[in-house]
């Protein structure tokens, strides 16, 4: 079975920095993209950035370049996502998600449980 | 950017209704669109891929339909369990996109 479990949900204060894990199990890692995707309080999804585990090679949303750093550990088939300067906006959940083809962009499946991350003085 | 703009916003619906959920492309992108239902305090779920593709585990009662710029999510006799947010996806090109969501209440 196909699994991605996201690390615990994370209080952080303005301007911190917040790093989130997604472990990956019952797949080859290095298969498929890995992409983060947020979701604000009552809102909807909006994708961050992807990374292609087997070479590193990052895509960043232009919201984000600049503050987002995905990264992905082939030692532990887990993929991070790092977000600095963080802000009150930046409240919300954040998810990891599974490319679907080998070396191709199509629909995410499956996803992770979600981290929510709050930002508050 | 391609931008999916989806409507309705948000639909009450009686049980055994029929529900249809439009998302429009703000440019062509063939076939490049999926659907994904999200249920409250859950992770999205892959309904649909490239715009009509049934899923393994979905019910038949969900199908899609469309290609280039509009699209169609239908739901045949909705069920109580189909009470949900649905949002479209185009991977067409980056960077990828979501609709702004369609919440599907139950009357």
């Known amino acids: 079975e196909v699994q991605l479990v996201q690390s615990g949900a994370e209080v952080k204060k303005p301007g911190a920095t917040v790093k989130i894990s997604c472990k990956v199990s019952?797949?080859?890692?290095?298969?498929?993209?890995m992409h983060w995707v947020q979701q604000a309080p009552g809102k909807g999804l909006e994708w961050m950035g992807l990374v292609d585990p087997e070479d590193g090679e990052t895509i960043y949303a232009e919201k984000f370049q600049g503050r987002v750093t995905i990264t992905a550990d082939t030692s532990t088939d887990t993929a991070y996502m790092e977000l600095s300067s963080l802000r009150s906006e930046d409240t919300a959940v954040y998810y990891c998600?599974?490319?679907?083809?080998?070396?191709?962009?199509?629909?995410?499946?499956?996803w992770g449980q979600g981290t929510l991350v709050t930002v508050s003085s | 950017e391609i931008v999916l703009t989806q409507s309705p916003d948000f639909q009450s619906v009686t049980p055994k209704e029929k529900v249809t959920i439009t998302c429009r492309a703000s440019q062509s992108i063939g076939s490049s669109l999926h659907w994904y239902q999200q249920k409250p305090d859950q992770s999205p779920k892959l309904l649909i891929k490239?715009?009509?593709q049934s899923i393994s585990g979905v019910p038949s009662r969900f199908s899609g339909s469309g290609s280039g710029t509009d699209f169609t999510l239908t739901i045949n006799s909705l069920e109580a369990e189909d009470a949900a947010t649905y949002y479209c996806?185009?991977?067409?090109?980056?960077?990828?996109?979501f609709g702004g969501g369609t919440k599907v209440e139950i009357k």
């Open positions: 490239y715009a009509s």
């Open positions: 019952g797949y080859t890692f290095t298969d498929y993209y």
């Open positions: 996806h185009q991977s067409s090109s980056l960077p990828l996109t």
């Open positions: 998600a599974t490319d679907s083809i080998n070396g191709a962009y199509n629909w995410f499946d499956p």
